[in-house]
């Protein structure tokens, strides 16, 4: 595209709403915007472009593409996203320079790189972030754009980096998904076993939770309670619980026969012990927070958050940090004065802003590089009543209450601590009980009885001991005389660890330090980029969506309660056993961290050509593990799993069977003497079940159904509900279906699932050029159009840890 007239500017935004926030600003004539409405492109299925790809068949595995075409998107409406881009191809007639002002982070570059690369734009590009949208934040975002001269270089590495993430994505999720299903699913599951990069090793974490509480054996173990009566007539009871439970009760009882006897002096120590405010919000903590407190869904918590950003009362939500950088210490004062305008009780607790308290360092709130995005903090622009309401009032309150403990002072209690020293056979034992009072809320007067809230245990963990405290300590001094009155042992037992909540879910897989024991381990998740963020699964913009696959698939379940704990299925059990067998580096959480932690180098790459080799090189890599793991699972057998335990299908829970359905199960159960299950004639999930379980089983040659000896023709009802599967999705229907019983059978595993799952309306007339890191090298393909991939299939979506972007693996280039 060349000039026509005098330089213009586009500016190219994520949302109309981020769009019109940022209008005013420009005045210029020659300027101008356009927006998309998420991801405007999205990958071909692989059925459409190939026809041998369109069944699920072992033996066309692995599908392993360079490159993969696109076609538009389509709106929430089902719209295509054609027109919008015609939009966009127009307004870039004539233009020098786009300046990319979508949201920031990979995503938010990848909406507008893939379609510049798409439209085939090759002027300059520069990358405005926009951590906020006030007008302050917008100043300063365009004052570091005018600083940052390569900008639009160093953006289009985050570009790879995204395109390399769903480049792996759609590979494991096609490929993983369809052999796994096809050779190591067992026929009780009728729901695909989905398979993932980020989703599989989360689930292997659950999974290895889950095992450790069902072989949890309790356990007694002894505490010791000394009473001791002062030569004042007062009488206090002291505890022995050391760090190490004591389990022998031969132990408990030799060390409470030597307390009986002890006559001694009491040490009594009094000090003030300072409770510093909790962090800012990062993403993954927020929704923790808003799970415990309200019961809400990460995704919704998530939903809440970009609406306040897009509206200009949040910084950008989808961040990793809980920190902010040491620059924005001036800001503290102006933001907080807005606060307590609308927090109007909490005025008189806003000291003079010279008052303010700014912790700095790792364990404050201010550092001098808090990452890619700092933490979710609230801005000067502050809601009114009339503005929002409901949930997105009680989330905006919530982050701007944080922003004001941050800046108070420590909160301060009045400890007193009494303990004695018991001499034992076992040597000398300490028994102590402490009492507190406040001194100084501090900070804590902002939450009031909701400050105990801040203090949050370890996922996944067993509930630890507890200090032994009172409400109320009698009046005792340093030194003071005292005889043990009595002493007795309490048993209690040990607990199994605690089941991760739905809320805790996304900080899990953000900390997976918190989450290993071996120090060797812990070392290697330690990110020294960002000390603060250590190695994890997935990114903050995604882990929130991982939950919602790991329910589709069977392979976990929700119980009960406000936040309500995950509970791993048998099919996710043994979903993960198989994994573990077969490649045990995929069910491997560690392993995963390390290997994303080498993904994330793609995005820093200081130039282009650097990116380029990086992604070109990662893709490689992918491609060698695809193969890998198709070869590894054609030599796996089908996994046995006790159907009893398998659910039915959520996929159509209303559909009756057919009748030849229902009769070929009845005579089934006559012939095996079995009872048919209850709900199996109205519910076609329960059905299908059953004779899955009892019919003659599939071969696991090639994942075709084939008979024992000879040709096996297929039942007349299979060959009728195959004509009328055939008519209603409108395609032909193969003639062999009435005589070969694999391939009917494959056309209606085929076409019965696209009944389930809806697929988008797509329009695949226009398929844009491909480009990837070989190309960008100078090495183009010969055949761009006819290399393949899905749009949003089961598997595509299986393997996609993004959860607002469509499987679009390959990468454009230049």
């Given at each position: 595209?060349?000039?026509?007239?005098?330089?213009?500017?586009?500016f190219?935004?994520?949302?109309?709403?981020?769009?019109?926030?940022?209008?005013?600003?420009?005045?210029?004539?020659s300027?101008?915007?356009?927006?998309?409405?998420?991801?405007?492109?999205?990958?071909?299925?692989?059925?459409?472009?190939?026809?041998?790809?369109?069944?699920?068949?072992?033996d066309?595995?692995?599908?392993?593409l360079?490159?993969?075409?696109?076609?538009?998107?389509?709106?929430?409406?089902?719209?295509?996203?054609?027109?919008?881009?015609?939009?966009?191809?127009?307004?870039?007639?004539?233009?020098?320079?786009?300046?990319?002002?979508?949201?920031?982070?990979?995503?938010?570059?990848?909406?507008?790189?893939?379609?510049?690369?798409?439209l085939?734009?090759?002027?300059?590009?520069?990358?405005?972030?926009?951590?906020?949208?006030?007008?302050?934040?917008?100043?300063?975002?365009?004052?570091?754009?005018?600083?940052?001269?390569?900008?639009?270089?160093?953006?289009?590495?985050?570009?790879?980096?995204?395109?390399c993430?769903?480049?792996?994505?759609?590979?494991?999720?096609?490929n993983?998904t369809?052999?796994?299903?096809?050779?190591?699913?067992?026929?009780?599951?009728?729901?695909?076993?989905?398979?993932?990069?980020?989703?599989?090793?989360?689930?292997?974490?659950?999974?290895?939770?889950?095992?450790?509480?069902?072989?949890?054996?309790?356990?007694?173990?002894?505490?010791?309670?000394?009473?001791?009566?002062?030569?004042?007539?007062?009488?206090?009871?002291?505890w022995?619980?050391?760090?190490?439970?004591?389990?022998?009760?031969?132990?408990?009882?030799?060390?409470?026969?030597?307390?009986?006897?002890?006559?001694?002096?009491?040490?009594?120590?009094?000090?003030?012990?300072r409770r510093?405010?909790?962090?800012?919000?990062?993403?993954?903590?927020?929704?923790?927070?808003?799970?415990?407190?309200?019961?809400?869904?990460?995704?919704?918590?998530?939903?809440?958050?970009?609406?306040?950003?897009?509206?200009?009362?949040?910084?950008?939500p989808?961040?990793?940090?809980?920190?902010?950088?040491?620059?924005?210490?001036?800001?503290?004062?102006?933001?907080?004065?807005?606060?307590?305008?609308?927090?109007?009780?909490?005025?008189?607790?806003?000291?003079?802003?010279?008052?303010?308290?700014?912790?700095?360092?790792?364990?404050?709130?201010?550092?001098?590089?808090p990452?890619?995005?700092?933490?979710?903090?609230?801005?000067?622009?502050?809601?009114?009543?009339?503005?929002?309401?409901?949930?997105?009032?009680?989330?905006?309150?919530?982050?701007?209450?944080s922003?004001?403990?941050?800046?108070?002072?420590?909160?301060?209690?009045?400890?007193?601590?009494?303990?004695?020293?018991?001499?034992?056979?076992?040597?000398?034992?300490?028994?102590?009980?402490s009492?507190?009072?406040?001194?100084?809320?501090?900070?804590?007067?902002?939450?009031?009885?909701?400050?105990?809230?801040?203090?949050?245990?370890?996922?996944?963990?067993?509930?630890?001991?507890?200090?032994?405290?009172?409400?109320?300590?009698?009046?005792?001094?340093?030194?003071?005389?005292?005889?043990?009155?009595?002493?007795?042992?309490?048993?209690?037992?040990?607990?199994?660890?605690?089941?991760?909540?739905?809320?805790?879910?996304p900080?899990?897989?953000?900390?997976?330090?918190?989450q290993?024991?071996?120090?060797?381990?812990?070392?290697?998740?330690?990110?020294?980029?960002?000390?603060?963020?250590?190695?994890?699964?997935?990114?903050?913009?995604?882990?929130?969506?991982?939950?919602?696959?790991?329910?589709?698939?069977?392979?976990?379940?929700?119980?009960?309660?406000?936040?309500?704990?995950?509970?791993?299925?048998?099919?996710?059990?043994?979903?993960?056993?198989?994994?573990?067998?077969?490649?045990?580096?995929?069910?491997?959480?560690?392993?995963?961290?390390?290997?994303?932690?080498?993904?994330?180098?793609?995005?820093?790459?200081?130039?282009?050509?650097?990116?380029v080799?990086?992604?070109?090189?990662?893709?490689?890599?992918?491609?060698?593990?695809?193969?890998?793991?198709?070869?590894?699972?054609?030599?796996?057998?089908?996994?046995?799993?006790?159907?009893?335990?398998?659910?039915?299908?959520?996929?159509?829970?209303?559909?009756?069977?057919?009748?030849?359905?229902?009769?070929?199960?009845?005579?089934?159960?006559?012939?095996?003497?079995?009872?048919?299950?209850?709900?199996?004639?109205?519910?076609?999930?329960?059905?299908?079940?059953?004779?899955?379980?009892?019919?003659?089983?599939?071969?696991?040659?090639?994942?075709?159904?084939?008979?024992?000896?000879?040709?096996?023709?297929?039942?007349?009802?299979?060959?009728?509900?195959?004509?009328?599967?055939?008519?209603?999705?409108?395609?032909?229907?193969?003639?062999?279906?009435?005589?070969?019983?694999?391939?009917?059978?494959?056309?209606?595993?085929?076409?019965a699932?696209?009944?389930?799952?809806?697929?988008?309306?797509?329009?695949?007339?226009?398929?844009?050029?491909?480009?990837?890191?070989?190309?960008?090298?100078?090495?183009?393909?010969?055949?761009?159009?006819?290399?393949?991939?899905?749009?949003?299939?089961?598997?595509?979506?299986?393997?996609?840890?993004?959860?607002?972007?469509?499987a679009?693996?390959?990468?454009?280039?230049?």
């Amino acid at each position: 595209m060349t000039a026509q007239s005098a330089s213009r500017t586009l500016f190219f935004f994520e949302k109309p709403s981020a769009m019109r926030q940022l209008q005013r600003f420009f005045k210029s004539p020659s300027t101008l915007c356009v927006s998309a409405e998420g991801h405007l492109l999205t990958a071909e299925e692989p059925g459409n472009l190939r026809d041998e790809w369109r069944p699920w068949r072992f033996d066309t595995l692995p599908i392993v593409l360079d490159r993969i075409p696109v076609t538009y998107a389509t709106s929430r409406s089902g719209q295509s996203h054609k027109p919008k881009i015609e939009a966009i191809k127009q307004a870039l007639q004539g233009v020098d320079r786009v300046i990319i002002a979508t949201d920031p982070g990979r995503e938010g570059s990848m909406i507008a790189w893939e379609v510049l690369e798409h439209l085939g734009y090759e002027g300059r590009v520069d990358r405005l972030k926009l951590g906020a949208l006030d007008e302050v934040s917008v100043r300063r975002a365009f004052a570091a754009l005018a600083k940052e001269p390569d900008s639009g270089e160093r953006d289009y590495a985050a570009y790879l980096e995204a395109l390399c993430r769903q480049y792996e994505d759609y590979h494991l999720g096609l490929n993983g998904t369809r052999a796994i299903s096809l050779r190591l699913r067992p026929p009780a599951c009728r729901e695909p076993w989905r398979f993932g990069g980020v989703q599989t090793p989360t689930l292997a974490i659950l999974a290895d939770l889950e095992q450790r509480i069902r072989d949890f054996v309790p356990q007694d173990y002894f505490k010791i309670a000394l009473t001791i009566a002062t030569d004042r007539r007062a009488e206090i009871t002291l505890w022995h619980t050391p760090k190490d439970r004591i389990l022998n009760k031969k132990v408990a009882e030799t060390i409470q026969q030597a307390a009986a006897s002890w006559s001694g002096r009491l040490g009594v120590e009094q000090k003030d012990v300072r409770r510093s405010p909790p962090r800012l919000f990062s993403k993954d903590t927020l929704a923790r927070r808003c799970a415990k407190r309200f019961g809400w869904d990460p995704q919704h918590t998530a939903k809440l958050a970009q609406d306040l950003y897009d509206q200009g009362y949040l910084t950008y939500p989808r961040t990793e940090s809980e920190h902010l950088p040491e620059s924005q210490t001036g800001d503290a004062s102006a933001v907080i004065g807005s606060v307590i305008e609308v927090l109007t009780d909490l005025a008189s607790l806003v000291p003079a802003a010279g008052d303010l308290v700014f912790r700095k360092g790792s364990k404050g709130h201010y550092v001098k590089d808090p990452g890619e995005h700092h933490a979710i903090v609230p801005l000067r622009k502050v809601p009114q009543p009339d503005n929002i309401s409901g949930d997105h009032r009680r989330l905006w309150e919530l982050v701007a209450k944080s922003f004001l403990a941050a800046h108070l002072p420590d909160g301060i209690d009045a400890r007193t601590t009494v303990a004695v020293q018991v001499p034992t056979p076992l040597g000398a034992k300490r028994f102590a009980v402490s009492g507190s009072v406040i001194k100084s809320p501090g900070w804590r007067a902002v939450y009031g009885a909701e400050a105990d809230e801040e203090n949050e245990a370890v996922p996944g963990k067993a509930k630890p001991d507890e200090e032994p405290t009172t409400g109320r300590l009698p009046p005792v001094q340093d030194n003071e005389p005292g005889t043990a009155t009595d002493a007795r042992i309490e048993t209690s037992k040990t607990e199994p660890p605690r089941r991760i909540t739905r809320g805790e879910l996304p900080v899990v897989m953000g900390r997976l330090i918190d989450q290993v024991e071996d120090p060797a381990l812990k070392a290697a998740l330690e990110n020294p980029v960002s000390p603060n963020e250590p190695k994890g699964l997935g990114t903050a913009a995604t882990r929130d969506t991982i939950l919602p696959k790991l329910q589709k698939s069977q392979y976990v379940e929700l119980l009960k309660g406000k936040d309500p704990t995950i509970q791993v299925t048998e099919v996710g059990l043994a979903f993960i056993a198989a994994v573990r067998r077969v490649f045990p580096s995929y069910g491997d959480p560690v392993g995963r961290a390390m290997f994303e932690a080498d993904l994330a180098e793609i995005g820093r790459a200081a130039t282009r050509d650097e990116a380029v080799r990086r992604a070109a090189a990662y893709q490689e890599r992918t491609r060698t593990r695809v193969q890998e793991l198709i070869g590894a699972i054609a030599q796996s057998q089908t996994v046995a799993v006790d159907p009893t335990t398998v659910s039915a299908s959520p996929a159509a829970p209303g559909r009756p069977p057919t009748k030849a359905m229902i009769a070929f199960a009845t005579s089934l159960a006559a012939r095996k003497g079995v009872k048919l299950p209850r709900g199996l004639k109205s519910n076609g999930a329960i059905c299908r079940v059953f004779l899955d379980q009892h019919a003659p089983a599939r071969s696991s040659g090639s994942g075709e159904h084939r008979p024992r000896s000879g040709p096996r023709p297929p039942s007349e009802a299979m060959v009728r509900y195959a004509r009328a599967l055939a008519e209603e999705h409108g395609v032909a229907c193969p003639p062999e279906i009435a005589t070969d019983f694999a391939a009917c059978r494959a056309f209606l595993d085929e076409h019965a699932t696209r009944r389930a799952v809806q697929p988008e309306v797509i329009n695949r007339a226009a398929i844009r050029k491909d480009r990837s890191p070989a190309a960008a090298n100078g090495n183009p393909s010969k055949d761009r159009a006819s290399t393949p991939a899905p749009k949003q299939s089961v598997e595509a979506k299986a393997g996609s840890a993004r959860g607002r972007t469509r499987a679009r693996p390959a990468h454009p280039s230049r």
